[in-house]
């Protein structure tokens, strides 16, 4: 099965408390705070981990360079798109 798939179905086994613990762990790996895209903005609001969270509210309109598959989430979770700041979280990217 897909690694993003089997993600999903792992997280909605989860209690809310375990899914928050796993937001947590994943937005201390998350290095969009080293991309060029990644502004001002974010930082003050502390915006990370858009591949889960969705885009950026307001702060990011522009992506020219993204990183993500350099992130360990990428493989973590089986990514396989890119630009969630500006484009939407992996799942909203598949449609899902
Ligand atoms: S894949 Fe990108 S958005 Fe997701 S945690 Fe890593 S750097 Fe952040
Ligand atoms: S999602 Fe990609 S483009 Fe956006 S800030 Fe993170 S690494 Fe940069």
Redesign the pocket.
């Known amino acids: 099965m897909d690694k993003f798939v089997e993600a999903m179905q792992m997280m909605a086994k989860m209690t809310d408390e375990e899914k928050m613990k796993a937001i947590d762990m994943n937005k201390s790996l ?3 705070r080293a ?4 502004n001002d903005c ?1 930082k003050e609001n502390g915006e990370l981990l ?2 889960s969270l969705g885009s950026s509210p307001t702060c ?1 309109t522009e ?1 020219t ?4 598959t350099g ?1 360990p989430v990428t493989s973590k979770m089986g990514l396989k798109n ?5 484009k939407g979280s992996e799942k909203e990217q598949r449609g899902m």
Not at 82 to 86: E, Q
Request: hydrophobic share 35%; aromatic share 18%.
């Open positions: 998350c290095i969009c991309c060029p895209s990644y974010a858009y591949c990011i992506a360079v993204c990183i993500c992130c890119l630009y969630f700041c500006t």
